[in-house]
């Protein structure tokens, strides 16, 4: 409260025509001070500015009122002016407290905080140092040297990530509409952008469940050859796949699954077994012994457990027949 009024302007001094007024009005001030002394400081700014607007003995009646003021309330001061015309107009030339130079300063560094919104024509100019001569696309090549540019090998789960931001239709190649949106959508237009950035997404889609289903759902997609109609995808490739979209969060079951796979010889994966197979490596965690056949899951689901469960038999059988060999030998 001792700094409400530290940013007003203070009037000009007195002129030397009221000197006898202002040195009587100073002994009265200082026999007010000594009967609020717990509260000094505050009234003697009061005291002054209102010294300087009346120049006579009514602010003593002032001081006494300003007391009744509330020391937390700043903007009650006003109101206690009834018996003060002539200081309307000191009161006018005030600025607003609501717009002093501390609020100022706030907006300015809200207003820094805001990111920078990405350039088209970097983003543009970005895609135009790795599209083919002769299309207007980033192909195989030019997805080689944007990685190299990352520091990023081809098949590393960031490039998926990428490809997931850029929406990507089919692997190998950006279009330019593809790789415009996609950092627009991530707010950089540069290389060193994208480079702090896949980071943060990497590091949200390790916690964010639905964000990492969408990615999941989305390589499906991105691995399926467009050009030829390819709806399901072959076996080798979803298991390359598989590994790389569980780079994180991945299922204790994933191992078991796509060994599973690769002895079976499956031919491919359709979409809805790719997609249903987040599903049950959730539900079913580690623990083959809660999985229920009678529930609508894909036929590939009942054979792996039925497999999973023979080799756990099969152990079983193996482990008693040496402890039963062994029990005779003794």
Same mark, same amino acid.
């Given at each position: 409260?001792?700094?409400?009024?530290?940013?007003?302007?203070?009037?000009?001094?007195?002129? *030397?025509?009221? =000197?006898?007024?202002?040195?009587?009005?100073?002994?009265?001030?200082?026999?007010?001070?000594?009967?609020?002394?717990?509260?000094?400081?505050?009234?003697?700014?009061?005291?002054?500015?209102?010294?300087?607007?009346?120049?006579?003995?009514?602010?003593?009646?002032?001081?006494?009122?300003?007391?009744?003021?509330?020391?937390?309330?700043?903007?009650?001061?006003?109101?206690?002016?009834?018996?003060?015309?002539?200081?309307?107009?000191?009161?006018?030339?005030?600025?607003?407290?609501?717009?002093?130079?501390? %609020?100022?300063?706030?907006?300015?560094?809200?207003?820094?905080? =805001?990111?920078?919104?990405?350039?088209? %024509?970097?983003?543009?100019?970005?895609?135009? =140092?790795?599209?083919?001569?002769?299309?207007?696309?980033?192909? *195989?090549?030019?997805?080689?040297?944007?990685?190299?540019?990352?520091?990023?090998?081809?098949?590393?789960?960031?490039?998926?990530?990428? *490809?997931?931001?850029? %929406?990507?239709? =089919?692997?190998?190649?950006?279009?330019?509409?593809?790789?415009?949106?996609?950092?627009?959508?991530?707010?950089?237009?540069?290389?060193?952008?994208?480079?702090?950035?896949?980071?943060?997404?990497?590091?949200?889609?390790?916690?964010?469940?639905?964000?990492?289903?969408?990615?999941?759902?989305?390589?499906?997609?991105?691995?399926?050859?467009?050009?030829?109609?390819?709806?399901?995808?072959?076996?080798?490739?979803?298991?390359?796949?598989?590994?790389?979209?569980?780079?994180?969060?991945?299922?204790?079951?994933?191992?078991?699954?796509?060994?599973?796979?690769?002895?079976?010889?499956?031919?491919?994966?359709?979409?809805?077994?790719?997609?249903?197979?987040?599903?049950?490596?959730?539900?079913?965690?580690?623990?083959?012994?809660?999985?229920?056949?009678?529930?609508?899951?894909?036929?590939?689901?009942?054979?792996?457990?039925?497999?999973?469960?023979?080799?756990?038999?099969?152990?079983?059988?193996?482990?008693?027949?040496?402890?039963?060999?062994? *029990?005779?030998?003794?």
């Amino acid at each position: 409260m001792g700094n409400c009024f530290s940013c007003f302007k203070v009037p000009p001094p007195p002129s *030397a025509t009221n =000197q006898s007024t202002i040195l009587e009005h100073k002994d009265e001030t200082m026999e007010l001070r000594s009967l609020f002394s717990h509260n000094a400081g505050q009234n003697h700014v009061h005291t002054n500015i209102e010294s300087h607007v009346n120049g006579n003995k009514k602010s003593i009646n002032t001081m006494s009122t300003f007391n009744g003021v509330g020391s937390d309330n700043c903007g009650s001061l006003p109101m206690v002016q009834s018996n003060l015309r002539s200081s309307r107009g000191f009161y006018s030339r005030l600025p607003p407290l609501g717009r002093s130079g501390t %609020n100022t300063g706030l907006s300015s560094t809200s207003d820094c905080k =805001q990111q920078k919104e990405p350039s088209d %024509n970097k983003i543009n100019s970005l895609f135009d =140092q790795y599209k083919d001569p002769h299309e207007d696309i980033i192909l *195989a090549d030019g997805i080689e040297r944007l990685c190299d540019d990352l520091e990023l090998s081809p098949d590393e789960f960031k490039v998926l990530v990428l *490809a997931w931001k850029l %929406n990507a239709e =089919q692997m190998c190649q950006f279009t330019r509409q593809e790789f415009v949106q996609g950092l627009k959508s991530m707010r950089v237009d540069s290389i060193r952008g994208i480079q702090l950035q896949l980071p943060v997404i990497v590091q949200e889609l390790t916690i964010n469940g639905e964000s990492f289903k969408d990615l999941y759902r989305f390589t499906f997609r991105f691995g399926l050859d467009v050009t030829s109609g390819q709806r399901i995808l072959p076996a080798d490739m979803a298991i390359v796949l598989w590994r790389l979209v569980f780079t994180i969060r991945k299922p204790p079951l994933l191992d078991r699954w796509l060994k599973f796979l690769e002895c079976h010889h499956v031919r491919g994966i359709p979409r809805d077994t790719w997609n249903m197979f987040l599903n049950f490596a959730e539900s079913i965690g580690d623990d083959l012994g809660t999985y229920d056949d009678a529930e609508a899951w894909p036929s590939l689901f009942d054979d792996f457990v039925e497999y999973e469960n023979d080799q756990m038999n099969q152990n079983i059988t193996k482990d008693e027949f040496i402890k039963d060999s062994s *029990a005779e030998n003794d």
